[in-house]
């Protein structure tokens, strides 16, 4: 399973979002956004948004913290 969370480092759902996984035990690489220009423009490139938090599941993206889109993608 591939998880990536692009998310910033003041987004309260972006912090909602990795404690979710963690909770699951569900490992993922972590983008910070803010920092890391070329994983922003990625971030842009595949799910058309500026807004964070942007969760991608073995290709599926999921914008924003929606866990029944979340759970979803995980249980597939």
Request: hydrophobic share 40%.
């Given at each position: 399973?591939s998880?990536?969370?692009?998310?910033?480092?003041?987004?309260?759902y972006?912090?909602?979002?990795k404690?979710y996984?963690?909770?699951?035990?569900?490992?993922?690489?972590?983008?910070d956004?803010?920092?890391?220009q070329?994983?922003?423009?990625?971030?842009?490139?595949?799910?058309?948004?500026?807004?964070?938090?942007?969760?991608?599941?073995?290709?599926?993206?999921?914008?924003?913290?929606n866990k029944p889109?979340?759970?979803?993608a995980?249980a597939r």
């Open positions: 399973m998880v990536s969370v692009y998310s910033t480092q003041s987004c309260p972006c912090t909602m979002v404690n996984l963690k909770e699951r035990h569900i490992g993922f690489a972590d983008y956004v803010g920092r890391d070329r994983r922003a423009d990625e971030m842009v490139r595949k799910s058309g948004q500026m807004g964070v938090p942007v969760v991608e599941i073995n290709g599926r993206v999921i914008v924003g913290f889109e979340i759970d979803r995980l």
